[in-house]
Each structure stands twice: as structure tokens, then as C-alpha cells.
T-cell receptor
Framework: DTEVTQTPKHLVMGMTNKKSLKCEQH?????MYWYKQKAKKPPELMFV???????INESVPSRFSPECPNSSLLNLHLHALQPEDSALYLC?????????????FGSGTQLSVL | AQKVTQAQTEISVVEKEDVTLDCVYE???????LFWYKQPPSGELVFLIR??????QNEISGRYSWNFQKSTSSFNFTITASQVVDSAVYFCALQGGKLIFGQGTELSVKP
């Protein structure tokens, strides 16, 4: 199983809503990532978890709150988002957090904030 | 500073043409890794190749080939006999601490 599964595929939310994005992998990977991608742009790193601990936060606003309940799951909790937060949110995993690691990506959650 | 430049924003070819996607990088690190990822319309990025800075051997995988030249800081990607299924956005990336993506090249292969 070489898949990273993300749910939901699409999400529309208002600025006062609270929602969560979910990501799951069963490859035994110990590093998991959240990326944000705007249209026609490359992915931008948001967070990295290594062995279930947050190791990198790329100065992401607190309205985005990551959580890693176990080594297979990664959540991104959303609260009081702004319209400019509308984007494709990609989850990825890798065997470890070394810089030679190749990333396995999910197909993303397309988020629209109204 | 580390940087990846993909100067070609969009390329359009007709099926069976060969196409080369350019990638130029900047880094002061002596040890680093270079990657190519493909992003089809479905959204997920798919890993294509990884090359470390000490291995300048070119690589061929089916219709895909990569030319790594440290002297010019380039890591170009060629698709031979392109097919419609090759239509996607292709990202070159540099890893020397954190993964830095180029802006991507959108390849459109028309039948």
C-alpha cells in the first residue's frame, strides 16, 4: 500500500466555521507533512511531524492547528479562516525526515473559504 | 540562498514530440538532493526521480531521461515520444535542509 489518503476531497467553509482535514498513510512512514498550494504555484510547506512530534512550523497562523494522533494519521484543524486561505491542502509522508527522502503525496483537499 | 528556477512556465507539444523541461538551481551546500515531481490534474504530486549532488550520472527510465550537470547547476528532464498522459505540471525541487520547489512547468501534450 503506497497511498496517502486525504479526506475530504473538497470543503467549503465560512469564516466562522471549524473544520478538520484528515490524512492517513499505512506505509510505516515516520514523517508527515502539510503543504498549501495556490493555483499555478508550487506547494508551500506548512508543518512537519517526525515520530509524531511537531518538528517544523513554517510560521503558519494559529488558525491552522495540526495534530498527529498516531504515526499513521495527521489532522489539520481549521478555525476562523480567511478567504485568502482558499487553496489545495496536500498531505505527504516519507520514511523519515532526512533530506534525501522522497515524499509520497495525497491528492489533496480543495478548500474554499467564503 | 537556495533557489530553483524553471524558466518555462508552459509548454505545448503534439503527441510523439520530444520535450525537455529545464531546471536550474542555486545552493552553497556541497551535499544536496534534486528531485522531479509530476502533478497531474488529479492533484497529487508523484515522485519521478531523486539525484544526489555526488552522482552526475544521467538516468533513463523508459521514455524519461534526466541530465544532471553540476558545472551549470542544471537538472533537466526529457520526455521522449510524449503522450497525452504526460500532460501535467512538473516540479523540480532541491533538498538541502528543506524541500524547495521551482515554480513548475505546465506541459500540455495534444493528440
Amino acid at each position: 500500500d503506497t497511498e496517502v489518503t486525504q479526506t475530504p476531497k473538497h470543503l467549503v467553509m465560512g469564516m466562522t466555521n471549524k473544520k478538520s482535514l484528515k490524512c492517513e498513510q499505512h506505509m510505516g512512514h515516520r514523517a508527515m507533512y502539510w503543504y498549501k498550494q495556490k493555483a499555478k504555484k508550487p506547494p508551500e510547506l506548512m508543518f512537519v511531524y517526525s515520530y509524531e512530534k511537531l518538528s517544523i512550523n513554517e510560521s503558519v497562523p494559529s488558525r491552522f492547528s495540526p495534530e498527529c494522533p498516531n504515526s499513521s494519521l495527521l489532522n489539520l484543524h481549521l478555525h476562523a479562516l480567511q478567504p485568502e486561505d482558499s487553496a489545495l491542502y496536500l498531505c505527504a509522508s516519507s520514511q523519515d525526515q532526512g533530506f534525501n527522502e522522497k515524499l509520497f503525496f495525497g491528492s489533496g483537499t480543495q478548500l474554499s473559504v467564503l | 540562498a537556495q533557489k530553483v528556477t524553471q524558466a518555462q512556465t508552459e509548454i505545448s507539444v503534439v503527441e510523439k514530440e520530444d520535450v525537455t523541461l529545464d531546471c536550474v538551481y542555486e545552493t552553497r551546500d556541497t551535499t544536496y538532493y534534486l528531485f522531479w515531481y509530476k502533478q497531474p490534474p488529479s492533484g497529487e504530486l508523484v515522485f519521478l526521480i531523486r539525484r544526489n549532488s555526488f552522482d552526475e550520472q544521467n538516468e533513463i527510465s523508459g521514455r524519461y531521461s534526466w541530465n544532471f550537470q553540476k558545472s551549470t547547476s542544471s537538472f533537466n528532464f526529457t520526455i521522449t515520444a510524449s503522450q497525452v498522459v504526460d500532460s501535467a505540471v512538473y516540479f523540480c525541487a532541491l533538498q538541502g535542509g528543506k524541500l524547495i520547489f521551482g515554480q513548475g512547468t505546465e506541459l500540455s501534450v495534444k493528440p
